[in-house]
């Protein structure tokens, strides 16, 4: 693996698993990321098994720190109680237990929109933003992430908020902008809907908003009608696997 890399991370996903080593001075891939596609039974011996096909391909020394992004809310030493894009064979699993036996080395999971709000908080969007910064990413639901003063709070999940009777990312999710065919504008006044719920509750410093769409963030977060500031993410499709790495990282210096 090349020298400036200090981390290695990976991000799963339903349609493909990503990785890539980094740069943790930067928060930037040390080399181009690579790709393989989720299997079709994405059962956890055969996602574990792409994970170090993807250490091997990039000659991942034992002493690198290696994060994963994964898509469900991880507890460290408990079974996963939900999953959604992958097997249901996962359900049950201790989700650390299952890549660090496939890889034969310990291995630090995180939650990937917690991944993503960390790389934001870190090299991103909200770098240098004291208290409470809340990352969201818009896709086929809401995934959020909140960080205090630096620090994870991992496995929020207030894209299931109530909202207007139903789970906040049925009401304002981007696919549900795609589904009903709505323009911008009318997409951001149902987001700020959401936001106005997420400031009463919790009183953030900063929102950050990610996920593909964010790509087209000056169509829709210049109508978004609330008290906090709110700005489009910077790493996009890369903060998965910087955030994963950048805590790994952590992991393995805490323990060290």
Request: hydrophobic share 40%.
């Amino acid at each position: 693996m090349i020298d400036t890399a200090q981390a290695f991370g990976v991000d799963i996903g339903g349609s493909g698993i990503k990785a890539a080593p980094v740069d943790l001075t930067v928060g930037d891939f040390a080399e181009p990321r690579k790709k393989i596609l989720t299997p079709e039974h994405s059962t956890p011996e055969a996602v574990g098994a792409v994970v170090k096909q993807l250490l091997d391909q990039f000659e991942v020394t034992d002493d690198i720190p290696v994060g994963v992004a994964f898509p469900a809310p991880v507890k460290p030493g408990q079974p996963l109680n939900f999953m959604a894009n992958l097997d249901q064979s996962w359900v049950g699993a201790d989700v650390e237990a299952v890549f660090s036996e496939a890889c034969g080395r310990p291995i630090t999971v995180v939650n990937d929109a917690d991944a993503a709000g960390l790389a934001e908080v870190q090299y991103g969007a909200a770098k240098g933003q004291k208290g409470l910064v809340i990352a969201t990413t818009l896709g086929t639901g809401i995934g959020t992430a909140l960080i205090y003063n630096g620090v994870l709070i991992p496995n929020s999940e207030l894209g299931h908020l109530d909202l207007d009777g139903k789970d906040a990312e049925k009401y304002a999710a981007s696919s549900v902008r795609d589904r009903k065919k709505l323009s911008y504008k009318k997409w951001a006044n149902r987001l700020t809907k959401y936001y106005r719920l997420l400031e009463h509750y919790l009183n953030p410093d900063f929102f950050v908003v990610g996920g593909g769409v964010s790509r087209m963030s000056e169509k829709f977060l210049p109508h978004i009608e609330i008290e906090t500031p709110i700005v489009a993410a910077k790493l996009r499709n890369q903060a998965g696997i910087v955030g994963a790495a950048y805590l790994a990282d952590l992991q393995q210096k805490h323990l060290g």
